[in-house]
């Protein structure tokens, strides 16, 4: 008699999932790796597109090279998650991270434009930029035209300890004190 046996998850590490890109296994597909599970990401729609664009041109202008600013490319959490977030401002890195994507301590905010990953975004995301210790996240949130700015992020519980709603009209705070207006990016 055989005992009973539960199937269980394979986790996928950062290196099995770098592996598979390497060898062309997820080419053209828009996927990213979140606590070791491959995640089907949905296409860009034009609203989407559209904010990912003007923010990544504002923040540009603001922050200049005082910062490195990624734009839907990777960034390491641990060993189990490298995921792809819309923006990411990073430490200055003169080679732009060649050598390899950014480590979370080395990432000061990120951003997601959301409409249609809202939920998973204020879910699984919020557990793994606040888990991974990153500073601030912000959701440009499409469907009620706000940004949701998360911050004081408490490792052990996986949660941001300070969360705010801004709305055109509003105002955010950016490094060194510049500030960015809601309006411009909504």
Known sequence: MCAAVTPTLYRFTREEYDRMIDLGLL???RVE??????IAMPPH???HASKVGRLTSLLFRLLGMTVTIRGQLPIVLDDWSEPQPDIAVCQFDSGDYEHGHPKANEVLLVIEVSESTL??????KVAAYAGSGIPEYWIVNLVDRRIEVFSDPDPTIQRYRQERFV???DTLTLLGGLRLAVGDVL
């Open 167 to 169: 709305v055109p009209g």
């Open 45 to 47: 729609n034009p609203p």
């Open 27 to 29: 080419v053209d597909k």
């Open 33 to 38: 790796l979140l606590d070791g599970e491959i």
């Open 119 to 124: 939920a998973y975004d204020r879910g699984r």
